[in-house]
């Protein structure tokens, strides 16, 4: 096949004019194209004018020929997808089918490609079924009933369930996992859309019936899915993985466990550490949510309002503060909802989700800052664990103060720069799931943290006009964006503990469920480098 990249079209088109202008590129009739497929699309609205960029493949009779003849152009090549292959079962034999501790997008991932290719694993998930999940994060956000083990963060498809479901990663695909990932989505369930688009994404309501549909393949492949199930201990014997701990009672047998907990699992990270497996603290990043009218970043973006073509805009801003710190904005939700995303009694933490459609009034976007281990101000690995629920207990303390205990603790961004706490809403209107108080935000977070958020911020407005409006309004805090804890592993992927293989964002190996989930697909391939199983095995 031919590849060919920029070409360029009427945003307001569909893809019917697209072989058209491929053979025009190759300079010959439509006719003379044998197959078309679209490789990438991307949206390109910079200077004032907005375009579709399309990357196509085509199959022509005289592929050598054209290629020959095109050699110097660089936008016309010879079509070089990387296929994707797991390899073979190893030599030492699993007597027990492996262990996979959370199904997030590691874990399913992981279990996923296990079953595919015969190993039968075992997920345990602390949290319910999505259906159920989804029935409890909904009484939290209706009415403050926290369930610790089932929440925005814990249960089937981990954080990323009630997420916006951005799918974009930055992790290179030199082994052909990233576009597994999306093929193994658009199975499940997505459209195939997130094939092509250059920054596809999914949305809460798709992501539900995704997770489902995958759990179910595990299943019809003789994989087995436990829910409400903690891992609360593990037990080892001649320095190597015996069993685990359900529920702190039940125990089943691990030849070989993976550990796709997450990064909001703290207390599997205490009892990890109080098992001596290696781990260390990392630098992540904490700040606030933001919010604005989404039609005023449609405005900035596009030059004009949404129409059947353009869908919601989205931005990614960052800026170098004069105390060297960076600020950065991180998940951000076009036409989403700011969610109360806590997952331990008295503390708060927000993020951001969207549904498929991206409706809502509101863009909103995490504005954070990164702290290092420095930072701290606690010793060993689990100090960031610490500095970042000590923040979270802050913003639990501000808004019951502020007469809404469990509520999030909501200011104007002027108020936020003039110290003062927020009385009143300007036009900014929240757009949450679960309610939220007026306050002051200052009192949640480090000095160094507020200074850098307004220096941030101002800085933003300077490329979106408004962005640093006075009644922009801010939310806290936002301390889950990545693990503040590593769980060291070498490079067969094993712990400091033969037999556990740490894995995806909370062990501190990927960042967003597409990395996550990749990170899941590479686990599966050490275990199966290894591992081969007895045929017959129950
Ligand atoms: P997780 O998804 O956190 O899964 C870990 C699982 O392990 C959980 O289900 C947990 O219940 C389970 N678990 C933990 N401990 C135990 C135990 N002891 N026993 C049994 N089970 C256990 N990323 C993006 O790329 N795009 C987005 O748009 C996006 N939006 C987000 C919105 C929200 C509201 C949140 C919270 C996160 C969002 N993220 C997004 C981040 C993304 O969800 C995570 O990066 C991703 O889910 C990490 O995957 P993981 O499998 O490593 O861990």
């Known amino acids: 096949m031919i590849r060919i990249s920029q070409i360029k079209t009427d945003y307001r088109s569909d893809t019917s004019g697209l072989l058209k202008a491929?053979?025009?590129?190759?300079?010959?009739?439509?006719g003379q194209i044998l197959s078309m497929k679209i490789v990438r699309k991307s949206l390109d609205a910079r200077k004032?004018?907005?375009h579709n960029v399309y990357t196509v493949d085509v199959a022509v009779d005289k592929e050598p020929l054209l290629l020959k003849k095109f050699s110097q152009n660089g936008t016309i090549s010879k079509a070089a997808d990387v296929v994707y292959r797991f390899p073979k079962w190893g030599?030492?034999?699993?007597f027990h089918p492996p262990v996979i501790v959370g199904s997030g997008p590691a874990g399913l991932f992981c279990g996923l490609m296990l079953a595919r290719h015969g190993y039968r694993p075992v997920i345990l998930e602390r949290g319910s079924d999505v259906h159920t999940r989804s029935r409890k994060v909904n009484a939290f956000w209706e009415k403050g009933i926290l369930d610790p083990q089932c929440n925005v963060q814990?249960?089937?498809?981990?954080?990323?369930?009630?997420?916006?479901g951005k799918l974009n990663t930055l992790v290179k695909d030199k082994y052909g996992r990233n576009r597994l990932v999306l093929e193994i989505f658009h199975e499940a369930g997505a459209p195939e859309e997130i094939l092509y688009l250059n920054k596809p994404h999914l949305g809460t309501d798709v992501l539900i019936n995704i997770v489902e549909h995958m759990r179910n393949e595990i299943i019809s492949l003789g994989g087995k899915v436990y829910f409400d199930s903690q891992v609360t201990d593990i037990y080892i014997e001649d320095s190597h993985i015996k069993a685990v701990e359900i529920n702190g009672s039940r125990q089943i047998p691990a030849q070989c466990l993976v550990l796709a907990i997450g990064h909001s699992a703290r207390d599997t990270f205490s009892m990890l550490l109080d098992k001596q497996i290696n781990m260390s603290a990392k630098a992540f990043a904490v700040g606030l949510r933001i919010e604005h009218p989404q039609s005023m970043i449609d405005q900035a973006q596009y030059g004009r309002g949404q129409d059947q073509w353009l869908k919601a805009a989205d931005y990614k801003l960052t800026h170098t503060c004069v105390n060297g710190r960076s600020v950065y904005t991180f998940c951000m939700c076009p036409g989403g909802y700011v969610v109360n995303a806590s997952s331990e009694p008295q503390s708060t933490a927000v993020n951001g989700m969207s549904y498929s459609g991206r409706g809502s009034a509101n863009a909103n976007s995490a504005v954070i800052v990164t702290v290092t281990p420095e930072d701290f101000k606690g010793e060993g690995p689990l100090s960031g664990v610490e500095f970042a629920r000590?923040?979270?207990?802050?913003?639990?303390?501000?808004a019951k103060k502020a007469g809404g205990e469990?509520?999030?603790p909501v200011q104007q961004f002027g108020d936020f720069c003039d110290g003062i706490p927020?009385?009143?809403?300007?036009?900014?209107?929240?757009?949450?799931?679960?309610?939220?108080?007026?306050?002051d935000l200052s009192r949640c977070l480090p000095d160094f943290i507020c200074e850098s958020l307004k220096e941030g911020i101002h800085a933003f407005g300077e490329k979106i006009p408004g962005f640093d409006r006075q009644d922009a309004l801010l939310s806290g805090v936002e301390s889950r964006t990545s693990s503040p804890v590593r769980i060291e592993r070498d490079e067969s992927f094993e712990s400091s503990l033969p037999g556990i293989y740490p894995c995806g964002e909370g062990a501190g190996y990927a960042g967003g469920i597409t990395s996550a989930a990749m990170d899941g697909i590479k686990v599966a391939e050490a275990i199966a480098r290894?591992?081969?199983i007895p045929e017959k095995s129950p």
């Open 48 to 50: 004032g004018q907005i």
């Open 530 to 532: 290894r591992y081969q």
């Open 22 to 30: 491929a053979a025009k590129k190759l300079r010959i009739s439509p």
């Open 91 to 94: 030599k030492e034999t699993l």
């Open 390 to 398: 000590k923040l979270e207990q802050a913003a639990y303390a501000q």
């Open 406 to 408: 469990g509520l999030v």
């Open 422 to 439: 927020s009385t009143e809403y300007g036009q900014v209107r929240p757009v949450h799931k679960g309610g939220c108080v007026l306050t």
């Open 154 to 164: 814990f249960g089937e498809g981990g954080a990323g369930t009630f997420s916006d």
